[in-house]
């Protein structure tokens, strides 16, 4: 299960092997850095759960239209939909913008995501707070 969790986390922050739909979003906020409470970590934990489960299936309905793995696609970068037929098109800002939602429902600004996607990458301390709030999100449910 800790594997399984692992992977949700490393596929929204975008390094996993194989993870071509990247939910980073375009930033509009430019202020200083805000502090990360433990709310934060629970809403995005919550919020990284939710985008997973929506990031596979848009990944297997591209993966069936184009009859093979998609190139890396970037919701920050509109230009890496380009590539694909219209209706994969469709799935993918379809997906970006369903992440968006899910993200801002959870409470979290779309500057506070990137932010706490960019310190997940780098800080192994936030990393494993999220992991660990994965893990007991996924117990609970």
């Known amino acids: ?16 092997h194989g993870c071509n739909i990247i939910p980073i979003f375009s930033r509009q906020d430019p202020s200083p850095t805000p502090e990360i409470t433990d709310a934060d970590v629970n809403n995005y934990a919550k919020t990284v759960l939710n985008i997973e489960s929506q990031r596979q299936i848009a990944y297997q309905k591209i993966q069936k239209i184009i009859g093979n793995s998609p190139p890396e696609i970037a919701c920050d970068r509109p230009d890496s939909f380009k590539q694909l ?36 990458q780098e800080d192994n301390i936030l990393k494993k707070q999220i992991q660990n709030a994965m893990i007991e999100l996924r117990q609970n449910n």
């Open 85 to 120: 037929p219209t209706e994969a098109q469709k799935i993918a800002v379809d997906f970006c913008n369903n992440s968006k939602d899910i993200a801002q429902e959870s409470g979290l600004t779309t500057s506070k995501f990137n932010l706490m996607t960019e310190k997940a």
């Open 1 to 16: 299960m800790t594997r399984s969790l692992m992977a949700s986390l490393l596929a929204v922050i975008g390094i996993l």
